[in-house]
């Protein structure tokens, strides 16, 4: 009997990852009726962190109401799982899905990120993941931070306005009230990039355009940036702006550095140790792994390298299934990855692609089957 284990992540605005497992699967048994399927979602710190930790470890998803990007009210989930765990995802409160078409970095806060934070120090969370992408913001995590009881203040001591427009009138930040429970919690931020805060690798050279920033934008809100990390240095003798993914989630990185004393690590190495995905290979034939396009930006932290490069210590074969396959790929051949599918096998359009996602999945998962099928 052929085992075969899928961890794929999600296909954006096509199926989630656990759709995509189940697409794969039905191809995998027409090809074979007798083999085995193990599915596990899986994701990188973006869409799909909650989904995929919680239904691996038997958590509960939790609904509430928080604070959108925008200052209206939203519906966010997240999730607590064993050992006091809680899972958040900062584009459930904060998403760019949510604006789609008033995207306004200048607007747009994390408030509903720090909101979620406490909702978790409210179940006695005493550890707390927070997938970093996604997110529709550039206000460096401060939206954040006021949720948790920290002061932005201008140089009339008014509170700084929801937005990354505001941080150019920061003048100081007192974390005095700041919520105490913080102190016993640890956090972990999920990250799939390693930017900085600011600079030409920084959040809003490299991101902002993506959540509307136009040229003039993007220089006053790297200013703003600039002068959050000064601002935030008086006050704590350390330029956390250099971190390595300091600039994730439009800030959000360095603000939960900087006044959650939290940590930044790869996602998809995190969320793989935290749903056991080692321990579920050893006793697999194949691993089939994808997301919605494979490049060679795909090396850089995405979840199907991740999965190869686990699976290659046991010397497991991996096919990796994608939406669409783009540039640099030999990148990905270099990485542990055995074959690339397409499951867009003819020319048609995004709208067609995403209407057709389980046939054009099942097929590939009947495909990825018989491929490996040729060397047994």
Partial sequence: MTKILIAADS????????????????????ADSNAQVYKYGIADGGEGTVDSVVNALNGRIIKTTVTGPLGESVSANWGMVENHTAVIEVAEPSGITLIKD?????KT????????IKKALDQNAKKIYVGLGGSATNDGGVGMAQALGV??????RNELSFGGGSL??????????????????????????SNPLVGKTG?????GPQKGATKDQVVSLEKGLRNLADKTFQVLNKDLSIKSGAGAAGGVGFGLMAFCNATVKSGITEIMKLIHLEQRMKDVDLVITGEGQIDGQSVMGKVPIGV??????????????AGSVGSGIEQVYQNGIDLVLSSTTGPMSL?????????????????AYKAFSLNR
């Fill in 11 to 30: 296909f954006k605005g096509s199926a989630s990852s656990i759709e995509i497992s189940n697409y794969l699967e039905v191809g995998i048994k027409k």
């Fill in 102 to 106: 008033r995207l306004n970095p200048d």
């Fill in 109 to 116: 806060t994390t408030y509903g990120v720090g909101e979620l």
């Fill in 151 to 156: 002061h932005f203040l201008d140089e009339f």
């Fill in 168 to 193: 150019v009138n920061l003048a100081k930040i007192d974390i005095s009230q700041i919520d105490p429970r913080l102190k016993n919690t640890t956090i972990i931020a999920l990250s799939d990039v």
């Fill in 203 to 207: 959040a809003t050279v490299i991101f």
């Fill in 308 to 321: 190869a490069k686990l699976a290659k210590k046991f010397d497991l074969p991996v096919i990796a299934v």
């Fill in 351 to 367: 709208k067609q692609a995403i209407l057709l996602t389980p046939q054009l999945l099942e097929q590939a998962g009947y495909t």
